[in-house]
Structure formats: C-alpha cells, structure tokens
T-cell receptor
C-alpha cells in the first residue's frame, strides 16, 4: 500500500539552528500538509499546500516556518531558527483531493528535539 | 480553544466487548468528522469518517454516530480486539477548509 515517508525519524538540533524536515507524499496525491504534536497535546494543523502554494496556514506557522516542494516528489518543512517550543513530533500528510471531505494519509513523523 | 474534545484520556475494554469512544465539539460550522487511530512511533491512520448530513456510518467492526444537536460523535468498535489497542483521535473540519482540528486522543486498551 502506498505510504507517506518522512525523514529523518529523529532530529536533534540546537536552539537557533535551521532544520529541514523531509517528506515524500504518496505519488499521485496533490495536496500536502504538515501537522505537529507536542508531547501530551493534540495534533495541530500547521499548513496545507497545493499547486506550489500555501492554501491555508495556522497561527503557529509564522515567519520562521516555510514549506517547499523542491522537485516532483519531496515536500519539506523548514524552521529557520528553532526555539525550544518547536520540539514536537512533526507529521507530514497528503491527500488525493483537497477540501473538507478528504481523508489524509499521514507519515510516521519526525521527532524534533530542540536543545 | 478546544473546539474538539475527547474527555476520556483512556479506556480499557475486554476483548470481544464493545468499545465506545466519545468526542464533543463546539464549532457548529464543522461538517465533516473523522476518526484516526495511532500506534506508537507511527503516524495517525484513517479509520472512518462521517459527513454532517448523516447520523451514522458503518465500516466492518467500526461505526461512527453523529448527534448534531448535541455536537457529539462516538466511535463504536465491536467486537473489540487486542490489535485495536491504540490512541484514537477524533478530528473535524468546516466546509472548504483544508484544516482538521484534532481532539487530544483517547488511549484504548483491549484486554485479552
């Protein structure tokens, strides 16, 4: 069964450093998302992306965050200058179609630890 | 602002019995609801969904019930199996948005 793959599974970084989290969505999917889950809290929406543009973003997704689809297969989340509170599990997701009535397929996540 | 609430952080059920997981929401604009299951070290996996035009959707052992007047939905798993042990997240969205609002999850443990 096709799946969303994320690398690395764990990322440790120093506060203030830039990190790039990588995702390979399911190949025929057109809509891409990043969510995160801080330990013990709920899964939170960060951003959605379609046709090389951000479709929607949350208030968490500030200027420190950016997303990119640098080629036909990868979808990346960059955090420019990491803060301690960015420590979380980051999930990439994709869907074949957009809109509310679409199920998202999630990757297994990247655990980001900011020291 | 917790628009989607799962008030039971954990639930234990005997194998073969029914598991009922509950979810409440506050935003009346939500019109699509989903349940996701999550095992440790894995991402959430889609389980079942329901549109607000329905009050019930069934898929094998899983049934989701929606009570719009009470802003409440529930997931029934029957019969429960040990492999169902996982964290279950309720999620909701409003029409035209790509953003799903998740609850905090309920950890289900099915005892053999």
């Amino acid at each position: 069964e096709p799946e969303v793959t994320q690398t690395p599974s764990h990322q440790v970084t120093q506060m203030g450093q830039e990190v790039i989290l990588r995702c390979v969505p399911i190949s025929n999917h057109l809509y891409f998302y990043w969510y995160r889950q801080i330990l013990g809290q709920k899964v939170e929406f960060l951003v959605s992306f379609y046709n090389n543009e951000i479709s929607e973003k949350s208030e968490i997704f500030d200027d420190q965050f950016s997303v990119e689809r640098p080629d036909g297969s990868n979808f990346t989340l960059k955090i420019r200058s990491t803060k301690l509170e960015d420590s979380a599990m980051y999930f990439c997701a994709s869907s074949a179609q957009g809109g509310a009535n679409e199920k998202l397929f999630f990757g297994s996540g990247t655990q980001l630890s900011v020291l | 602002d917790q628009q989607v609430k799962q008030n039971s952080p954990s639930l234990s059920v005997q194998e073969g019995r029914i598991s009922i997981l509950n979810c409440d929401y506050t935003n009346s604009m939500f019109d699509y609801f989903l349940w996701y299951k999550k095992y440790p070290a894995e991402g959430p996996t889609f389980l079942i969904s329901i549109s607000s035009i329905k009050d019930k959707n069934e898929d094998g052992r899983f049934t989701v019930f929606l009570n719009k007047s009470a802003k409440h939905l529930s997931l029934h798993i029957v019969p429960s199996q040990p492999g169902d042990s996982a964290v279950y997240f309720c999620a909701a969205s409003a029409g035209g948005t790509y953003k799903y609002i998740f609850g905090t999850g309920t950890r289900l443990k099915v005892l053999a």
